[in-house]
């Protein structure tokens, strides 16, 4: 009987092992035609992450934070983005991390934390996979600073905005993250709508 997986693994080599495993993979994949093909791809073996989008539903704002990207910064951008609360698992559950990751970067206590989606980053070139929330915050109630641990690089902002404003930053090229993206979609598509129509 044939093997039903199309994709064999043939070898895995470590090319760079820094901030993250940089592999070259080695693999055959059978096609849809029947015939084989033997491949090779560099791959960023990357921990996976979880990210929250903060909402205060009665103030009608969310919380997002802005900090800076060497990757946009090297794709002509200026690198500093707006983004949601965000970080790897580091063996964590998901959701316990986006409490602490909000805490430490927004100041603000999370609450009614609810999943969104699960979605791979860029799965053609790293094997990230970044869960998504989002959550309930109380506008005005902060516990800490936020911005962030300067200890690992961080020097992050704080930014509150009114969502309808959000939405309009997603709509012009404001705001370019793309879980970021997919947060707005889900908070307004599911829990607040548009200009004040709750869907």
């Not at 070898?11 to 491949?39: F, M, N, V």
């Not at 970080?87 to 206590?109: F, H, I, K, Q, S």
């Not at 699960?118 to 936020?146: D, K």
Request: hydrophobic fraction near 40%; aromatic fraction near 6%.
């Amino acid at each position: 009987m044939a093997d039903p997986d199309p994709v064999r693994i043939l070898r895995e080599e470590i090319l760079a092992d820094d901030y993250h495993t940089l592999k070259k993979i080695s693999y055959e994949q059978r096609r849809r035609d029947g015939a084989s093909q033997q491949l090779v791809r560099e791959v960023y073996d990357c921990a996976s992450g979880a990210s929250v989008l903060p909402y205060d539903r009665a103030h009608r704002s969310v919380l997002l934070v802005r900090q800076f990207r060497i990757g946009a910064r090297l794709n002509g951008h200026d690198g500093f983005l707006l983004e949601v609360p965000a970080g790897m698992l580091d063996g964590a559950d998901p959701a316990a991390r986006v409490r602490c990751e909000a805490l430490e970067e927004t100041g603000y206590a999370i609450e009614a934390l609810r999943p969104a989606l699960s979605v791979f980053a860029s799965p053609g070139s790293t094997t990230e996979r970044n869960h998504l929330f989002v959550a309930e915050y109380r506008h005005g109630s902060a516990r800490e600073a936020g911005g962030g641990k300067p200890a690992e690089g961080e020097d992050i902002e704080v930014v509150e905005l009114d969502f309808d404003d959000a939405l309009a930053l997603a709509d012009n090229g404001g705001i370019l993250d793309a879980k970021t993206l997919l947060l707005l979609a889900y908070l307004e598509r599911k829990v607040l709508g548009r200009h004040g129509e709750a869907s």
